[in-house]
C-alpha cells in the first residue's frame, strides 16, 4: 500500500508515448500492450519524470485541478496503484 512519503518515478525507459490533446497513449515495448492516459494521467505521467513524493505529487495536481485534498488524495493513489500494476511506475 503507498503512503504519501514514498517516493514515486516513472520507467520511461520501457514505453513509447506520444502525447494526444491532454492525453497520452503508449505502448510498452515488453509485452506490446497500449496504454491510455487521461488528462490528469498524464499530468501524473508528465510531473513524475522527476523523482518526489506522493504528497508532492498531490500538492501540485491541487494547483492544476479543481479538487478538494481528500478527493485528490484518494483518486491520486488508486491512479498510482493502477501505474504501478501495469509497470508505468517504480516508488520506493
Do not use: C, H, M, P
Given at each position: 500500500m503507498?503512503?504519501?512519503?514514498q517516493?514515486?518515478?516513472r520507467t520511461s525507459d520501457r514505453?513509447?508515448?506520444s502525447t494526444l490533446g491532454n492525453e497520452i497513449v503508449m505502448m510498452?515495448?515488453?509485452?506490446g500492450n497500449?496504454?491510455?492516459?487521461?488528462?490528469?494521467?498524464?499530468?501524473?505521467?508528465?510531473?513524475l519524470e522527476i523523482?518526489?513524493?506522493?504528497e508532492e505529487l498531490i500538492l501540485k495536481l491541487l494547483s492544476?485541478?479543481?479538487?478538494n485534498l481528500d478527493g485528490c488524495v484518494q483518486e491520486t493513489l488508486q491512479c498510482l496503484d493502477k501505474m504501478l500494476t501495469q509497470g508505468l511506475l517504480s516508488a520506493q
Open positions: 503507498l503512503n504519501l512519503n517516493k514515486i518515478v514505453f513509447l508515448a510498452d515495448t515488453l509485452n497500449y496504454i491510455g492516459l487521461n488528462e490528469v494521467s498524464s499530468s501524473i505521467w508528465n510531473y523523482e518526489q513524493t506522493i492544476d485541478f479543481e479538487v
